[in-house]
């Protein structure tokens, strides 16, 4: 599997560990409180999905400490598929939204 959050540190990455290795990141900073799918587009061998996030930075996001704030931003993924599984995923986050409520 392919994994890029575009603009993050050390992405892209091949192999579920980098995609795992992202996630738990992820997890360990930002406690999602709720989300909101805008936009869902769904193909053979692909998925695009839009997503509004809410959640607290319990740690840092993007380098910046989030000191327990509730932040808003949107994502969007991009999935690519082969024999069901998922081969490469695409991350886009709003990092202007985010750098505009922690920074």
Not at 34 to 59: C, K, P, R, S
Request: glycine fraction near 10%; charged fraction near 20%.
């Amino acid at each position: 599997v392919e994994h890029d959050v575009v603009g993050f540190p050390h992405s892209p990455t091949i192999g579920k560990d980098g995609a795992r290795d992202f996630y738990a990141y992820l997890t360990a900073n930002f406690r999602t409180e709720n989300w909101t799918v805008v936009h869902q587009y769904v193909a053979d061998d692909g998925m695009i999905l839009e997503q509004f996030m809410t959640g607290t930075v319990v740690g840092s996001m993007l380098g910046l400490p989030g000191n327990g704030r509730c932040i808003s931003f949107r994502m969007l993924h991009v999935f690519e598929f082969r024999d069901g599984l998922i081969s490469r995923e695409n991350i886009w986050l709003d990092t202007a939204a985010v750098f505009d409520q922690l920074g």
